[in-house]
């Protein structure tokens, strides 16, 4: 068996969130054979941070959860600025892992100072975030970060592979799919059914109720969330928390253009719009009707 | 005057306590919060219902319990303006589901992650922890999960779900679902059964006395036994004033409690200070944490204040013997997630499916000014969110996390129930596990 990697675990400007989402990860006795947390805030470990950071021990990976910035007024840790922390950990990881989209793109708390609050290497999605450069680092962005995401990215690193990455250093596995994939409500996708309230199993959610499905890179719908549902299988919206704008304004209004709404990722607004009036001027019957009608 | 500074580490986020002594004992102590956020700051002309996809985000530990208390001042938006929206008991079942799944889960892991290891540290130290090496901790970790699990059937996932919305809930679970749900509850029960209490949930429910607990071998007597043997048994004592503004279905309307004597509650007399706070004083200000007061006292909320204004018989004799001390404050939390998986169990058997999940609102949220406010009961105490909306865009955005109300500053003449407990310690390491007994939370407190 090849030999432990080392995972050091430091938070930003953070809920916590993808701390206590890593902790849904299922198969937990499997990472922590792979794995050494030499140290995470909020579980008790053998570590003591501060010798850990005055020494000048080389570790595997540094996962960085929260939003970040070079001012010590906003964030400070250990009474210490937090850049100090960050510098001298950064310079003994070998790789640097983004969990979540603070850490990524600086996330919902980037919105109170976008000059000073962002991610890693991306502001929102321009280059330049706490640091202009850098190469070892691989963004996981999502609000939380699902558990699979995370531990599978670093089991991959573990076992020497190279994990392929996308314009904004995130696993290609994951985030080549989208929201959209895998959603129940597909059909009524297709058909341009609409869902005409919230709190029913029928009907579409991108055209009313601001689902981003179709234009939010991530594979929920694919291995869904605590291993059962997804915010779509609960009837709510994609609030698209993996991409670099998230969160946009107004959540769960569908953003239109001349009455149309935005065409789903990579999808021309000829071909969308063409292939949606189509669809449109059919009425499917079944689509019109409940799901499952108890008096059928 | 001798003065300590040392940091709270393993609650969620981080705090600073400076421990002011006299005699070797703590004269005062203040309690520290950096690492502001400002959510409030950030929803202010945001539309009104970016409300419940943002304030989950003050906490990934009680995300569901943030969603909820928005929805609740939202819907109070429409009734301030002139359109009460009726909630059908199919939704108020499935949000109480949530909430009680967001607390067994949140009770479960801070007594195993938190109360355990930190009482060995106690002891001991050098001790190494628990995390990710002892078997009963991979345990407790799995039922965690399944508790979240059994929740996200409704709410979709866990932490950060959406599920709510101003007239009731966006799912629509099948018959399958709740046995699905169901599954997971029993796998729950079945850890608590095994390990937490060491006995079935309905005998331990069936209690009313300290010794009943602490005479059968389980983690909690453990904890128990250690917690005596430190002497959390005396230390930690508050007021012992309690208060819980939300609802629940052991108690009727919002309560307060001093010692025994239970009378009711008025969110009209809450008051949020900012003293203390860098927001009041940016150069004499020490901490981000507000600081809420009824009635110009400080209370206690939380599962103890809960139990205390239900006169749940097993807590007032654990009362009775050790008063609001660090162990009762404990003890309160494991026998809150006895009855929490019970009345899940109930809950889930008794929904009605037939119902619909959500009854929308006939005005348009565009054109919709008012104002609302939407207290529950959260893991770890009352949390209260008051909003002012005008023309569908949040004029304002206020919110009192339950951390507020047990850990905030107040002063020498007049400290907090956090501050109280602490008083007259002799050690920074009992200190500091008296603090965790308030089961921090950090991050709620600098939303």
């Known amino acids: 068996m090849s030999h432990k990697y080392s995972i050091i675990w430091l938070q930003g400007l953070t809920c916590n969130g993808n701390s206590h989402s890593f902790l849904n990860y299922t198969h937990m006795p499997s990472f922590a054979a792979s794995f050494d947390m030499l140290y995470h805030p909020l579980w008790c470990g053998a570590e003591d941070f501060m010798s850990l950071l005055n020494s000048d021990v080389t570790f595997d990976f540094l996962i960085l959860e929260g939003a970040l910035s070079h001012d010590e007024r906003l964030i400070q840790r250990f009474n210490l600025p937090f850049y100090e922390i960050l510098d001298t950990l950064a310079a003994r990881a070998k790789y640097i892992i983004c969990a979540g989209s603070c850490a990524s793109f600086g996330g919902v708390f980037r919105l109170r100072d976008p000059e000073k609050i962002t991610g890693a290497l991306f502001s929102g999605k321009e280059k330049g975030g706490y640091w202009l450069e850098k190469n070892n680092i691989i963004n996981i962005s999502g609000c939380p970060v699902h558990p699979r995401w995370l531990v599978e990215t670093l089991v991959a690193l573990h076992h020497g592979e190279k994990v392929l990455l996308d314009e904004f250093l995130r696993p290609k596995e994951v985030f080549s799919y989208l929201a959209h994939h895998g959603c129940l409500r597909n059909e009524y996708f297709e058909w341009k059914v609409d869902s005409k309230q919230l709190g029913e199993r029928e009907g579409c959610l991108f055209y009313e109720h601001g689902c981003l499905g179709p234009m939010s890179h991530a594979n929920c719908n694919k291995i869904l969330w605590n291993d059962i549902s997804s915010k779509t299988r609960a009837g709510s919206p994609c609030l698209g928390c993996t991409e670099f704008d998230f969160p946009r304004r107004a959540l769960y209004e569908t953003q239109k253009n001349m009455s149309l709404p935005q065409t789903p990722f990579g999808i021309s607004k000829r071909a969308y719009y063409s292939l949606a009036g189509v669809a449109k001027s059919f009425k499917i019957e079944r689509l019109e009707k409940k799901l499952i009608d108890e008096n059928d | ?447």
């Not at chain 2, 609001?324 to 997630?337: G, I, M």
């Open chain 2, 1 to 447: 005057m001798k003065m300590t500074k040392e940091i709270i580490e393993r609650i969620e986020g981080e705090a600073t306590l400076e421990l002011e002594w006299e005699n070797e004992q703590v004269s005062f102590a203040k309690i520290k919060f950096f690492n502001y956020r400002g959510i409030e700051e950030i929803l202010k002309k945001r539309p009104l219902l970016d409300a419940l996809a943002l304030t989950p985000r003050v906490c990934g530990i009680c995300s569901h319990s943030h969603a909820i208390a928005s929805v609740l001042a939202i819907e109070e938006c429409y009734k301030s303006a002139g359109e009460a929206l009726h909630i059908t008991q199919k939704a108020k079942d499935i949000r109480e589901i949530a909430l009680n799944a967001e607390k067994i889960h949140n009770h479960i892991k801070w007594y195993f992650f938190t109360i355990l290891p930190e009482l060995k540290r106690v002891g001991d130290t050098t001790y190494a922890g628990n995390a990710f090496k002892d078997k009963q901790w991979f345990q407790a970790q799995s039922a965690v999960m399944q508790s979240l699990k059994m929740g996200a059937h409704f709410t979709g996932q866990w932490p950060h779900g959406s599920f709510v919305m101003a007239g009731g809930v966006t799912c629509d679970p099948l018959k399958s679902d709740l046995i699905s749900a169901q599954g997971c509850l029993d796998a729950v029960i079945a850890f608590c059964e095994e390990h937490f209490y060491g006995m079935p949930l309905e005998e331990f429910l069936s209690f009313d006395s300290a010794l009943q607990v602490m005479s059968s071998p389980s983690a909690l007597s453990y904890g128990i036994d250690e917690m005596i043997k430190h002497g959390f048994d005396r230390l930690g004592r508050s007021f012992d004033r309690f208060l819980a503004l939300g609802e629940s279905y052991r108690y009727e309307g919002s309560l307060k409690a001093s010692k025994t004597t239970v009378l009711g509650a008025d969110i009209k007399y809450v008051h949020e200070s900012l003293q203390h706070t860098f927001f009041e004083d940016k150069h004499k200000g020490y901490t981000y944490s507000k600081s809420a007061m009824y009635k110009r006292n400080y209370c206690e909320v939380g599962p103890l204040a809960r139990l205390m204004v239900s006169k749940d018989a097993l807590m007032r004799d654990f009362h009775r013997r050790f008063k609001d001390a660090a162990l009762t404050r404990v003890v309160a939390r494991a026998v809150e997630c006895a009855h929490l998986l019970w009345r899940t169990k109930v809950l889930i058997d008794h929904i009605n499916l037939k119902e619909p999940s959500l009854i929308p609102p006939k005005k348009d949220i565009h054109s919709l000014s008012g104002s609302g406010i939407g207290v529950i009961e959260a893991p770890r105490g009352s949390l209260i969110h008051s909003v002012v909306v005008h023309q569908g865009l949040i004029e304002s955005y206020d919110i009192i996390t339950p951390t507020v109300w047990n850990l905030g500053n107040g002063d020498k003449q007049n400290p907090s129930t956090a501050q109280k407990a602490l008083i007259g310690l002799n050690s920074f390491t009992k200190a500091d596990f008296i603090l965790k007994s308030f089961d921090v939370c950090s991050v709620c407190t600098t939303q």
